[in-house]
């Protein structure tokens, strides 16, 4: 059984700091391309950041600078750094792990950038 399970998320006030984890089971971890996805309410989802198994990593280009995006294979989890939050930001953060025939989601975790 696949498992996506990310944490992290909270309220946080404008230029202040989230670490999102999320912690993958039931997946060969180091095989997927692993993302963060975010979605505001009345908007749709984006890509927020994506690093694929080798390493490489993107980023959507609001959060360019502000956001990193890491992983452990060995302890099969990704993490996205977030600093100099901004209201934007806010939104439910989704974990996602992909391969071309498999694309899996977390449950989310909200993230709310307000003073």
């Known amino acids: 059984q696949v498992q996506l399970v990310e944490s992290g998320g909270g309220l946080v006030q404008p230029g202040g700091s989230l670490r999102l984890s999320c912690a993958a089971s039931?997946?060969?971890?180091?095989?997927?391309?692993m993302g963060w996805y975010r979605q505001a309410p009345g908007k749709q989802r984006e890509l927020v950041a994506r690093i694929t198994s080798g390493g490489n990593a993107n980023y959507l280009d609001s959060v360019k600078g502000r956001f990193t995006i890491s992983r452990d294979n060995a302890e099969k989890i990704v993490i996205l750094q977030m600093n100099s939050l901004k209201p934007d930001d806010t939104a439910l953060y989704y974990c996602?792990?992909?391969?071309?025939?498999?694309?899996?989601w977390g449950q989310g975790t909200q993230v709310t950038v307000s003073s």
């Open positions: 039931g997946i060969t971890f180091r095989l997927y391309s």
């Open positions: 996602n792990a992909q391969l071309p025939l498999n694309n899996y």
